[in-house]
């Protein structure tokens, strides 16, 4: 089913970080009508962390939709759209669990993957997928401070999660981290952010190495631009107006077009050959792989 999408020019957003989904106009797209599941991940069990909105929340639906069900987390402040999310879950006719936490305790890591557990059973794939990003000007104005946050969020989050659920993880499990084209080609307005990201492609490059005699697959998806509230909620209009169009396609992607490589990279029957592999997805850009 072919579907246009939302392209630049686009309108400003009245949001500020870390970002509601709920109040974007264009609203990011995340039920992918024209997706089928297939039970390819039936009576699994999955924990999807910044799953209230963005690329999480459409992994959170196409999972549901393929037979799992999911755990999520989600900043307090982000209520509304866990609540929206939790719904889409359960439209799919699958259980969802939304734990309010901030990946960047160690403490509240450990208790999301317990609550998990407790509360579906088992655990068989974690989606590390939180973030935090904050473009400045000039690597003058970055400081330790936003240095710290960005780290603490977006590798040191995926360490803890990670350390807490492989415990529970067996022969077939899968992790999937996400990463993104800045952690390739970097970018001058994310430094920090940008760094991160070419962290988390090593992390996953390493673990899947350390984890494959166990049978547990690791993988990243680094998109390009993505519309979600983690970009316009932190860009001035103008970069609002533009996001995207640098694109061969002209335009930003929509979660519903991320998602579906996370249900690859997660299902045993289309993957259970690849770990490893830091998969771009860039709107017909090649100079990244």
Request: proline letters at 8%.
């Amino acid at each position: 089913m072919t579907r246009s999408q939302p392209e630049p020019p686009l309108p400003p957003q009245p949001i500020e970080p870390p970002g509601v989904e709920k109040k974007m106009r264009p609203r990011p797209r995340y039920r992918a009508e024209g997706y089928r599941g297939a039970d390819k991940l039936l009576d699994r069990v999955a924990l999807v962390t910044g799953g209230d909105s963005g690329i999480g929340r459409a992994v959170c639906v196409l999972f549901a939709r393929e037979g799992a069900d999911v755990a999520f987390t989600y900043l307090p402040v982000e209520q509304a759209d866990a609540e929206e999310t939790a719904r889409a879950i359960e439209s799919e006719g699958r259980r969802a669990l939304a734990i309010p936490m901030d990946v960047r305790d160690k403490a509240q890591c450990a208790d999301a993957v317990e609550r998990t557990v407790d509360a579906l059973g088992q655990l068989d794939i974690l989606v590390n997928n939180a973030a935090y990003q904050n473009h400045l000007d000039s690597f003058e104005e970055l400081d330790e401070a936003q240095w710290q946050r960005t780290f603490e969020t977006n590798i040191y989050g995926y360490f803890r999660m990670t350390k807490a659920a492989l415990p529970h993880l067996k022969e077939g499990s899968a992790i999937l981290n996400t990463g993104s084209i800045t952690g390739l080609e970097g970018s001058p307005g994310l430094i920090d952010y940008s760094s991160t990201k070419g962290a988390i492609h090593a992390f996953t490059k390493a673990l899947a190495q350390h984890l494959v005699e166990r049978g547990i697959r690791v993988n990243c998806v680094a998109p390009g631009p993505v519309w979600t509230p983690l970009n316009p909620a932190e860009r001035d209009d103008d970069e609002v107006r533009e996001f995207g169009g640098d694109t061969p396609m002209g335009r930003p992607a929509q979660p519903e077009e991320i998602a579906p490589a996370y249900v690859y990279f997660a299902s045993d029957v289309d993957s259970r050959y690849v770990t490893g592999e830091v998969l771009t997805l860039l709107g017909g850009d090649t100079r990244a792989g």
